[in-house]
C-alpha cells in the first residue's frame, strides 16, 4: 500500500499531511504505522502526522469546515497544534480544498475545540487559538536536584512555562524528558523555558523560549507553546499585550488582550511532496 504526503514545516516544527483522497485505517498497529512515517532514518522524518478532512452536512452548518487530527512522532495523538494550524491553513489553499475559491479563513475541529486559521497578504498565518484556559497555576518542579517554578496555562493542551535568566545554561534535553511525565502530569505536559530579553526601543517585547513537547521530544517550534508563554508571562507581570517569541526555529508574533483570544502570527511552507 502506497501514500502520497506533503511535507510542511512551521519554523522547522515539521508536519507530514496526507494528501486529498488519501487516508490512514485506525486499526491495530496504527500507532506503529505514525512511528514509522515520522522516523527521521527509516520514514519520512517529522514531528507529527496530520490528517485533514473537509467536513459535510451538520459539520459545515454549524459553521466548521475542516476536522484536523495531529499524531504525535511516538503515535500518540496531540489535541491541538498551533505550527500545524498554519500549515493546514496553507494546505487547504493550495489544494483547493475550500468550498468558495479565494477563501482565506477557515474553522478547524480539533481535539480541543476550535481553531481559525486567516491567510495574510503577506503569506504569514494568523490564527485565531481561542482562549487561554486555567490548569494548575503555578507549580514547583523538579530535575536533576535543579528545582523550578512554572506557570502553567493550557491553550487546548498543557504547558508548563519556566521563565529563567540565562537560558542557554538550561539543560533541555536532559531535563524536559524528566519534567514531562512529573506526577502533577497524569497525562503528561509540554515544558517551555523562557527568557524575556532587555526591550530595544520602538521594538516589541522579545522572549526567547526553547520547547520539548510531550511525545516529540525537542522541537525547533512549538505554535500553543508560544502562546502559553505569552500569557504566563502577561501573567506574572513580565510583558504587556503582544511579544515576538523567538524559538530556534524562528519567530512567532503572539497578541493576547484581557479577556480576548489568543492571535498566533507565522510562516508556513511546503517543503516536498512523495509517495512513500
Known amino acids: ?44 522524518g517529522a514531528d507529527g502526522v496530520v490528517l485533514v478532512t473537509p467536513l ?6 454549524k459553521g466548521v469546515d475542516f476536522e484536523m487530527r495531529i499524531f504525535n512522532a511516538d503515535g500518540s495523538e496531540a489535541a491541538m497544534c498551533g505550527n500545524a494550524t498554519r500549515c493546514v491553513a496553507k494546505f487547504i489553499v ?17 481535539k480541543s475545540g476550535l481553531v481559525k486559521p486567516s ?6 498565518v494568523c490564527v485565531d487559538m481561542g482562549l487561554p484556559r486555567d490548569f494548575l497555576g503555578s507549580i514547583k518542579l523538579s530535575a536533576d536536584s535543579f528545582d523550578f517554578t512554572a ?12 521563565f529563567v535568566d540565562d537560558i542557554e545554561k538550561i539543560q533541555l534535553e536532559k531535563w524536559g524528558s524528566v519534567l514531562e ?25 522579545q522572549i526567547r523560549m526553547r520547547v520539548w513537547e510531550r511525545g516529540c521530544g525537542v522541537t525547533m517550534a512549538c505554535g500553543t507553546g508560544s502562546c502559553a508563554t505569552l500569557v504566563a508571562a502577561q501573567r506574572t507581570g513580565r510583558v504587556g499585550a503582544e511579544a515576538d517569541i523567538i524559538l530556534d526555529g524562528g519567530t512567532l508574533h503572539i497578541k493576547h488582550q484581557d479577556g480576548g483570544p489568543v492571535l498566533m502570527t507565522g510562516p508556513a511552507t511546503e517543503v516536498f511532496r512523495g509517495t512513500i
Open 119 to 124: 491567510l495574510l497578504e503577506d503569506g504569514r
Open 94 to 110: 493550495s489544494r483547493g480544498l475550500a468550498k468558495d475559491v479565494g477563501t482565506k479563513v477557515f474553522v478547524l475541529h480539533t
Open 181 to 205: 511525565v512529573d506526577r502533577q502530569f497524569p497525562d503528561r505536559c509540554n515544558i517551555e523555558f523562557a527568557q524575556v530579553l532587555p526591550a530595544e526601543q520602538g521594538a516589541p517585547t
Open 56 to 61: 459535510e452536512g451538520d459539520g459545515c452548518t
Open 1 to 44: 500500500m502506497s501514500l502520497k504526503f506533503s511535507k510542511w514545516t512551521g519554523l522547522g516544527n515539521d508536519f507530514v499531511l496526507l494528501e486529498p483522497g488519501e487516508s490512514l485505517d485506525f486499526v491495530d498497529g496504527f500507532e506503529q504505522r505514525i512511528i514509522k512515517l515520522c522516523d527521521r532514518r527509516f520514514g519520512i
Open 151 to 162: 506557570e502553567t496555562v493550557s491553550m487546548g493542551n498543557p504547558h508548563a512555562v519556566i
